[in-house]
């Protein structure tokens, strides 16, 4: 396998408002299997989170932030659940611990996923937060938090919008493989 | 060499390196990749709109429709048109309805998977297919799109959780209850990102159908993949299912491992977990007398052949009172073939079950027993989250099949040990 390749990649700051959801928030109650016959971001968007409390996704602001506790997204590999979040407006999730298929899909779709217990425990509903995902720094309401920073090259799928154009982008510079 | 685990050898051997290290991101070579009615067609869309018009190779990817068939409406019957299409367009492996059933289990029964074997595919339970020693994970459907267009995914390898399985395992006690317990034991994100190794005395007495509902659950945990080593038992099951030449490993004397949990399996009950986690397993003498509405028996975590003959020993001759229902759901349509050339199905007819086709059925809440508002459910699945199969305001209790049978027989959460042992009733 290839190298690490050092590419510089230049990932967008992030800025918008917390909205908080507790500990396994797992993918039925992001999104119920029975919306998930769309694939549509804008029609899977109004009921995001709906399982968790009707009428959640009318709150949310693009730009803004969800907050999690312990293990979110577990259940079914759907990724529906990430297209709902992004639907409703979402930039960003940071939680204590992430499901590890919700992960993936999350940064194979291009929706920077943190972790950081301490800002998980600490942010409040409503506080602004700033984070710059290259770093894994999170500026809430003053205070900074670090999130790991992602390997480089999960840097360069986010910094392509996710892992299909990423592929792609690969592809025509003649290799298919992903750097390990 | 650096002595490694099961999962380890398989990944490194298909990364191309002699040895990885758990936290190491590699890119490995996958030799099947699969995807269903409901991933299938978000990953086909995904290589549509980024000009990707060739799979990698055709051979290595199988399309199952199962969440979703024979479908109940026409977006679903357009979903798996769309999986059909591709398939006939590129020469890829298509189970037609009536003759397939649900992935996971398919997939073993085909011989799609053998021991040494790397498989990723488009469902979180794609884990299942550890049973038979391979590394087997769950993506979604974007991964799987990227799997399919280049061969190759990314991974970082996972730390690996033995789970030693001590002892024999009591009447009625199956491997759901092992895992019920485990769950109960480590909880919803005990194995995150981990490999869990079965090994122990007990897999002795484990058929393939029994090691699959060890792997299948392994997700419930968090964790990446489930795998039982290959022994000579799993040697007779594949070696009359593939052709192909492909190479068991095990894990190597002193390999490293994070951590190991005991389960005394001769001590353990028929657990049932309580709504709305599968981590909430509590022994079933403890719940008996719960009322229920509905008796799911089926899903690829207790759908599968040894699962419906245990519940059919206990149905048979016995008939389900008025104030409860039963819905059977075989996991393939080979396992209903069986079923029905042993007499299961009618024993289940006979009780007053509704026999469906091979298919997800009820499990995801999509078709052929979705549950209302209020309404009580007894599955044999695997998960028993809010809403999970219908109704938000629906409670799921999770058993192994033999506690369904004992519950449909009564209409209230019931020991099966009072249904064959005891006094009166059921004697
Ligand atoms: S039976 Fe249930 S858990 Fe298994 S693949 Fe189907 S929907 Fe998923």
């Known amino acids: 396998m290839s190298a690490v390749e050092e590419v510089p990649v230049t990932l967008p700051t992030i ?72 639907g409703a407006g979402f930039h960003a999730v940071i939680a204590a611990g992430f499901a590890r298929i919700f992960f993936r899909n999350a940064i194979n779709l291009g929706l920077p996923v943190l972790v950081c217990p301490d800002a998980a425990a600490q942010a409040a509903d409503g506080d602004l937060v700033e984070i710059d995902v290259g770093q894994g720094r999170i500026l809430l309401d003053g205070r900074v938090f670090r999130a790991e920073p992602y390997p480089p090259f999960l840097q360069e799928i986010l910094a392509h919008g996710g892992l299909m154009p ?6 025509r510079a003649g290799s ?5 | 060499m650096v002595a490694q685990t099961i999962t380890e050898k398989i990944l490194a051997s298909h990364a191309g390196l002699s ?54 409406t026409a977006q679903a019957a357009q979903a798996i048109h769309r999986l059909r299409a591709f398939a006939r367009r590129h020469g890829v492996t298509f189970f037609e309805v009536g003759r397939g059933g649900i992935a996971h289990i398919l997939l073993l029964e ?33 991964d799987t799109a990227a799997a399919m267009a280049t061969g190759e995914v990314w991974l970082r390898v996972p730390a690996t959780i033995r ?41 002795a007495e484990l058929d393939l159908d029994e090691r699959a509902t060890l792997c299948n659950m392994a997700v419930e945990a968090g964790a990446k993949n489930g795998i039982v080593p290959p022994d000579p038992r799993t040697l007779a099951y594949v070696e009359a299912r593939v052709a192909r030449p492909f190479t068991p490993v095990v894990s190597d004397p002193g390999a490293d491992y994070l951590d190991e949990v005991v389960i005394r399996c001769s001590h353990l009950e028929p657990l049932v977990a309580e709504p709305h986690s599968p981590a909430r397993g509590r022994p079933v003498s403890e719940l008996a007398g719960l009322r229920v509405d509905q008796v799911f028996l089926g899903s690829c975590t207790n759908g599968k ?25 075989p996991a393939t349509q080979s396992i209903y073939r069986e079923a029905l050339a042993e007499g299961l199905l009618e024993v289940f007819v006979q009780a007053g ?37 219908g109704s938000p305001e629906a409670r799921i209790y999770l058993a192994n099949p033999a506690v369904a049978a004992a519950t449909a027989l009564t209409g209230v959460l019931t020991d099966p040990r009072a249904v064959v042992g005891g006094e009166g009733l059921f004697v």
Not at chain 1, 176 to 180: E, L
Not at chain 2, 172 to 191: E, N, S, Y
Request: with cysteine.
């Open chain 2, 353 to 389: 079950a509704v026999v469906t086709g091979a298919s997800c059925g009820a499990c995801p809440g999509l078709h052929t027993g979705v549950l209302g508002p209020g309404e009580v459910c007894l599955a044999t699945t695997n998960r028993n989250f809010r809403g999970r199969m």
């Open chain 2, 110 to 142: 085909e011989g799609l998977v053998a021991p040494g074997e790397l498989v990723v595919g488009a469902d979180s339970h794609t884990c299942t297919l550890g049973a038979v020693g391979a590394f087997a994970t769950g993506l979604g459907s974007t």
């Open chain 1, 15 to 86: 800025r918008g408002r917390v909205h908080r959801v507790g500990d396994h928030v797992n993918t039925d109650l992001i999104i119920p299997g029975k919306y998930c016959l769309t694939t549509s971001r804008e029609r899977l968007g109004p009921h995001c989170l709906e399982g968790w409390e009707p009428g959640f996704a009318r709150r949310v602001r693009p730009g803004d932030v969800l907050v999690a506790g312990e293990n979110f997204g577990g259940g079914s590999s759907r990724e529906h659940a990430v297209l709902a979040l992004q």
């Open chain 2, 305 to 329: 052949l040894t699962d419906l003959r245990v519940a059919a020993a206990l149905l048979r001759g016995r008939r389900i009172p008025p104030h409860v229902r039963m819905v059977v759901t």
């Open chain 2, 163 to 203: 789970v030693r399985l001590e002892g024999s395992l009591p009447r009625f006690v199956m491997a759901k209850d092992i895992m019920l317990a485990l769950l109960a034991q480590i909880g919803l994100d005990g194995a995150a990102y981990r490999a869990l190794e079965f090994v122990g005395s007990t897999l």
């Open chain 2, 19 to 72: 040895s990885v290290r758990p936290g190491q991101f590699i890119t490995a070579r996958v030799d099947r990749v699969m995807a269903h009615d409901i991933t299938g067609p978000l990953a086909l869309a995904q290589l549509e709109a980024h000009g990707i018009d060739r799979p990698f190779d055709p051979e290595r990817i199988v399309l199952v429709p199962d969440h979703l068939v024979p479908s109940p």
């Open chain 1, 176 to 180: 298919s493989r992903p750097t390990s």
């Open chain 1, 166 to 171: 990423y592929v792609v982008a690969r592809t």
